[in-house]
Structure formats: C-alpha cells, structure tokens
C-alpha cells in the first residue's frame, strides 16, 4: 500500500485516505456512487477490503454492506431469488 494513499490510526495500523470522514469515500474509488465505480488499486488493496464481502456475494448477508449503502442514499442488496418450478411443470 502506498504510503500516499493512506494515513494512520494507530502505530500499527492505517486506512485509506477518505475512509476517515462522513461519509467515507476511499480516495482509490473512481466513478459516482450508485452508477458504477471501480476500485483504481484493486490488485493491491488493503487486507480490511479483500476481506469485505457485498451482501449475498457468497450467499451471505452483511450487514456492514447494507450500512455502508445506506450512508450513500442506497437501498441495501437483495437476496437472490431462488428459481421456482411451476405446478403446471412435467418433468
């Protein structure tokens, strides 16, 4: 992680520069909120976002992801539909 892409919390840890205000906006996120963004150092992000997962990415709820699209005026992740078989269905 570059050090000019992050500031510290502590002697031991860091954040990326924009998670530290409200709301939080990584200084490595490009694009608006809500209609596409990419992350511009995916390959060496830090360890607190490789470890994050969106909501039912692997058929999981996060809360925290909900929160976090909430603090943007984002409705939080649905669920997947599971496929239904209809009664009128033969096998």
């Known amino acids: 992680m570059p050090d000019s892409m992050v500031i510290p919390i502590n002697s031991t840890y860091v954040a ?25 150092m995916y390959e060496k992000r830090s360890s607190s ?22 603090a943007h005026g984002l409705p939080p992740i649905d669920p997947p539909i599971e496929p239904s078989i209809s009664p009128d269905r033969v096998a």
Request: glycine share 10%; hydrophobic share 30%.
């Open 16 to 40: 990326m520069i924009g998670t530290d205000r409200k709301p939080a906006r990584c200084n490595a996120l490009m694009g608006d909120i809500g209609q596409g963004v990419r992350c511009t």
């Open 49 to 70: 976002c490789q470890e994050f997962q969106a909501s039912w990415e692997n058929g999981e709820h996060n809360p925290h992801c909900d929160a976090a699209r909430a």
